[in-house]
């Protein structure tokens, strides 16, 4: 699998199920999106434009993704919210197609246009890495089946307030039966995979 795979196997609508360790205070927040995924082509508006924005020939993208989110988090004050939407364009290296640049409209862990590299590595899970002007991330995607993708980031201020990210986000499905065995599968993925007890499902 290449990034733009991973791509075209993350589009649809996810709901994302958050923990954030804020590590120098030694507490966990929870939370919750919505997320959008849409591959997008090459020669596309968006991706021509962001290629545009890099100053990066539009010719050497494979093409991209625009992803939306709508969450909330559990320390959110009355006027924050967690709303936003980015466009992706991948750029390879010529060498292979699974591993080059990933150029964002809208960054992680700041708002502004960012350039950061990505790879797959040996297990197929996506692996970003942005260097900002005042920090760094590392986010690490995976599908732990067809509709359930796991997402771990990092996030480490130069300042020393770091943060670490678990997400399990489940595709959302058109039936409700689909639904009931979609939170099935949840389940017992997390069970096995990650050893954590689950109670309420």
Same mark, same amino acid.
């Given at each position: 699998?290449?990034?733009?795979?991973? *791509?075209?196997?993350?589009?649809?609508?996810?709901?994302? $199920?958050?923990?954030?360790?804020?590590?120098?205070?030694?507490?966990?927040?929870?939370?919750?999106? &919505?997320?959008? %995924?849409?591959?997008?082509?090459?020669?596309? !508006? @968006?991706?021509?434009?962001?290629? $545009?924005?890099?100053?990066? &020939?539009?010719?050497?993208? %494979?093409?991209? =993704?625009? %992803?939306?989110? &709508?969450?909330?988090?559990?320390?959110?004050? !009355?006027?924050?919210?967690?709303?936003?939407? +980015?466009? *992706? =364009?991948?750029?390879?290296?010529?060498?292979?197609?699974?591993?080059?640049?990933?150029?964002?409209?809208?960054?992680?862990?700041?708002? #502004?246009?960012? =350039?950061? /590299?990505?790879?797959?590595? !040996?297990? /197929?899970?996506? #692996?970003?890495?942005?260097?900002?002007?005042?920090?760094?991330?590392?986010?690490?995607?995976?599908?732990? +089946?067809? /509709?359930?993708?796991?997402?771990?980031? +990092?996030?480490?201020?130069?300042?020393?307030?770091?943060?670490?990210?678990?997400? #399990?986000?489940?595709?959302?499905?058109?039936?409700? $039966? @689909?639904?009931?065995?979609? &939170?099935? /599968?949840?389940? $017992?993925?997390?069970?096995?995979?990650?050893?954590?007890?689950?109670?309420?499902?």
């Amino acid at each position: 699998m290449d990034a733009m795979e991973f *791509f075209e196997n993350s589009a649809g609508k996810w709901k994302s $199920q958050r923990t954030t360790h804020h590590l120098p205070f030694r507490r966990a927040e929870t939370g919750s999106s &919505d997320i959008f %995924v849409q591959t997008l082509p090459a020669d596309g !508006d @968006k991706v021509v434009e962001i290629c $545009q924005i890099h100053e990066v &020939d539009a010719k050497l993208t %494979v093409g991209g =993704a625009f %992803v939306s989110w &709508d969450g909330s988090m559990a320390w959110d004050k !009355d006027n924050e919210n967690h709303q936003g939407s +980015t466009v *992706f =364009a991948l750029i390879p290296n010529p060498e292979t197609s699974r591993c080059g640049k990933l150029l964002r409209e809208r960054g992680y862990a700041e708002i #502004v246009p960012i =350039a950061g /590299n990505y790879e797959m590595d !040996d297990e /197929n899970a996506l #692996v970003l890495i942005t260097e900002y002007d005042t920090m760094s991330t590392i986010e690490r995607f995976w599908f732990a +089946t067809e /509709n359930i993708r796991l997402r771990i980031s +990092t996030v480490q201020r130069f300042g020393g307030f770091n943060t670490s990210t678990f997400c #399990v986000e489940s595709r959302i499905l058109e039936s409700s $039966q @689909k639904e009931e065995t979609q &939170d099935s /599968n949840q389940k $017992q993925v997390l069970e096995k995979e990650l050893g954590l007890a689950i109670s309420g499902w």
